[in-house]
């Protein structure tokens, strides 16, 4: 598509509960990314593919943060027993190359009570 | 690693006026890009403006402009004949790498009629 889709647009958790969020790239686009926007503002990277593989996961919170993009589906992002620091607006980008812009999804909203 | 300072929290500007938005950025990388992303209310991220670090002549994309010192690490964003619609948040980001973006804080700039 010439967009990127994210679902859900929210989520609600309850505190313990598992969450998977989705993500649809840009056709033709190798690179695909996650952020996390915490309510004040502010991004934090959490993981990158290229195509299929993991490219950088700096970012992730391993112990009950995971990802995927496999090959004819759409990326996810999954978070086991949550938190509610976890509360946060959660983007997926994608892009060309690392050199290009990246474009990003509308975001899903999670919100873990 | 990179950082990314944007100093300004919030401004206010008269529709039709000029504003110029600050930045500061620090990284080791030889080669990067600068971005200023708009945020508007509908959490949308919308790209502004994009630097190439290498090239010297300072992008232009129709009232966004931007002011690009590489040796003082500064990148400005000026916005003419600003309106309405361009009240949001904007976030200065450098990138370029395998970890994704490094967003600043934001500037939440309000336009007033």
Redesign the interface.
């Given at each position: 598509g010439e967009e990127v889709a994210q679902t859900p647009k929210h989520l609600v958790r309850g505190e313990g509960q598992k969450a998977k969020l989705y993500c649809a790239p840009i056709k033709g686009h190798s690179y695909v990314f996650w952020y996390q926007q915490v309510l004040k503002n502010e991004f934090k990277f959490l993981i990158s593919f290229q195509n299929e593989n993991v490219f950088d996961e700096t970012g992730m919170p391993k112990e009950r943060f995971s990802a995927k993009c496999l090959p004819n589906s759409p990326c996810s992002l999954e978070i086991q027993a949550t938190k509610l620091e976890d509360s946060a607006v959660y983007f997926c980008a994608s892009s060309q190359s690392l050199s290009y812009e990246q474009y990003f999804g509308p975001g899903t909203r999670l919100t873990v009570t | 690693a990179q950082t990314v300072t944007q100093s300004q929290p919030e401004m206010s500007v008269q529709e039709a006026e000029t504003v110029t938005l600050s930045c500061t950025y620090d990284t080791s990388e030889n080669?990067y890009?600068l971005?200023w992303?708009k945020?508007p209310p509908?959490?949308?991220?919308i790209?502004v403006i994009?630097q190439?670090a290498y090239k010297q002549q300072n992008a232009t994309e129709n009232r966004f402009s931007v002011n690009f010192q590489k040796a003082a690490k500064s990148f400005s964003l000026k916005i003419s004949d600003s309106q309405l619609g361009d009240t949001a948040?904007y976030?200065c980001v450098s990138?370029?790498?395998?970890?994704?973006?490094?967003?600043g804080?934001?500037t939440h700039l309000i336009i007033q009629p």
């Open positions: - | 080669n890009y971005f992303y945020q509908s959490r949308q991220m790209l994009r190439e948040m976030f990138g370029g790498g395998a970890d994704g973006l490094t967003f804080k934001g």
